[in-house]
């Protein structure tokens, strides 16, 4: 992948795919809070009904962001700094809030978490990582996200030519919960586990690879929608503060609504 790279203009497209995806992460977590906090039975209805398209929305923010590693200068200070956030977050989620009396909020290997261990992992693969081709790199992604995908319920496969059936002693622990391996009584309000996540990930850095090389396309650069730019170039404070603002305003106005009844 190439060490030194030469993006003269903003990828306009990158902030706009992203904040697309922060938007609808912003709707998605309101149902979420608004259902199990509130009882509103039609924020759990929409919860429900959106849920299928929720892995879709979050690929698109992960490949991205696997894409915009190749536009920074310096992945493992980020990386780490996204990790001590994320581990801040745990602490509030985990300890603070059920402390507080809220059930279910606690998130250990959420978002965030996921990646700034990406961001590491690149950080310090980026050398052998460039000696791939992107176009072999996404290829291998690809089959290893299939191969991977079912680790949660203890196989790696691939179709019925390749299966591994997993120790079950490895899933009465959570120890390995970040690789995707975990109790059945684990629960995390926000979860992405590194497999088969990483792959969405590094599918997304072989094709930023490609592109410093070669030139993003012509069409990646104007601005189209500002709105979705800005959201996401402001994506990590969005997500640090859409949760706490969301719940603000559903609470006020539970209080108005009782105050009428």
Known sequence: ??????????????????????????????????????EWEWADALFD????????????FIFICGISCTLSRNN????????AIALGLTLVTAVIMPALGFEKVQIY???????SVSIIIYALLKKPLGRVSPFAGVLIC??????????SRGELSYGELISFSLPESL???DIFMPLGIYSP???SADYFP???DIFIFLAGAFTGAYCVKNGFPKWSIPQRVPFFGFLGRNALVIYIAHMPIIFALAYGAELIINLFK
């Open 142 to 151: 690809a089959v290893l996200y299939a191969f991977t995908s079912g680790i």
């Open 194 to 196: 590194i497999f088969p």
């Open 109 to 115: 290997f959420g978002i965030l978490h996921f990646l």
């Open 171 to 173: 899933y009465k622990t």
């Open 76 to 83: 493992f200070k980020r990386g780490a700094i996204l990790l």
């Open 185 to 187: 009584g684990f629960f």
């Open 49 to 60: 009904f959106f849920m299928p398209v929720e892995p879709f929305f979050a690929g698109i």
């Open 1 to 38: 992948m190439h060490n030194k790279p030469q993006v003269k203009n903003r990828i306009n497209f990158l902030d706009e795919a992203r904040g697309l995806a922060v938007f609808c992460m912003i709707f998605y977590h309101a149902f979420f809070m608004l259902g199990s906090f509130f």
